[in-house]
């Protein structure tokens, strides 16, 4: 089979043009023909199916933390619940939500349902909640956030596993200028994946360069007040792929002319669980429902002493 192929058009990344020896397998030609991001976004609809209730952001928000999750996850949501995010109540202006998008098992969208009454802090969005629509996930919080939450000083977007330090976060965000901003675990000179075995394989049609834009680890990263409709106007103009941060912090930044800077206090890998490690970080990756428990209370604790 044969298909379309990319040239470059202006800065980085534009649409199809002319043609490729290359055949893509037939499980993956999804990747040359669902491109158009709007058709998908519908920028101009609300197109939330579930929103939180009050008091959502209403009144002065700090830093609005959004946490990815997929529909079936509702233990690492309560998990988040009963520990990190208990902080938001002792910080002013910290609001913490669940984006999620629907399943095809309507037993377990009505479950999410229920779970949004009880807790008020779920964003449900129309779009099928796939692996390979994180990218429409990603871009769907910036939207939210401007429609809802464009008063927030700062967004941050993290995962269902992930364990986030909120007053660490809340004092260097204190310290930061708010122009501008896009921040979190810096990644550089990283290689398109070309097995097409890996889930991480984009093909020459889809990015066309030896190497990806610096971009921020999409484990967790934070973005200002007015970087979110930058990168959002920014991403509509741009031919979607599915790696979502290589796309959102990488091409979509460069292209928007936004630098991502690193800061040490994230990471993307599995952090040595233990507290006094865990009170010096702000982001942790790959932490079970358990473990959330566990390190949250070592932190927590008044007879844990650690060095300075």
């Not at 800065?11 to 020896?21: A, E, G, I, Q, T």
């Not at 984009?202 to 360069?209: A, H, L, R, S």
């Amino acid at each position: 089979m044969v298909v379309s192929v990319f040239v470059v058009w202006g800065l980085l990344y534009m649409p199809l043009k002319s043609v490729s020896h290359v055949p893509l397998p037939e499980h993956l030609t999804w990747m040359v023909t669902q491109r158009d991001l709007p058709r998908y976004i519908l920028p101009d609809n609300t197109t939330n199916l579930l929103s939180p209730g009050p008091p959502g952001c209403n009144g002065s928000v700090f830093v609005t933390v959004i946490v990815c999750s997929a529909v079936p996850n509702f233990e690492a949501r309560l998990a988040i619940r009963s520990t990190w995010a208990q902080d938001a109540t002792s910080l002013r202006g910290v609001r913490i939500f669940f984006l999620l998008g629907h399943s095809s098992n309507q037993s377990l969208n009505a479950a999410v349902v229920d779970e949004s009454i009880q807790y008020s802090d779920i964003i449900q969005e129309d779009f099928l909640d796939t692996y390979n629509n994180l990218t429409l996930k990603s871009v769907m919080l910036l939207k939210w956030v401007g429609q809802n939450c464009a008063n927030a000083q700062y967004v941050m977007k993290t995962d269902d596993d992930m364990f986030v330090h909120l007053p660490n976060l809340f004092r260097l965000l204190r310290t930061k200028d708010r122009s501008h901003l896009l921040m979190g675990c810096l990644i550089k000179g990283a290689v398109p994946v070309k097995d097409w075995n890996s889930k991480w394989f984009v093909p020459e049609v889809i990015f066309p360069g030896r190497v990806y834009p610096p971009y921020l680890s999409g484990t967790g990263y934070v973005l200002s007040q007015d970087t979110v409709p930058i990168l959002y106007r920014t991403a509509l103009r741009t031919p979607f792929f599915y790696l979502e941060d290589i796309f959102i912090t990488g091409v979509c930044a460069s292209r928007a002319g936004l630098k991502p800077i690193n800061n040490e206090g994230f990471k993307f890998y599995k952090r040595k669980t233990d507290g006094c490690t865990f009170r010096s970080i702000i982001t942790a990756h790959r932490m079970s429902p358990k473990e959330l428990h566990d390190v949250y209370k070592s932190i927590h604790d008044p007879s844990l002493k650690c060095k300075s």
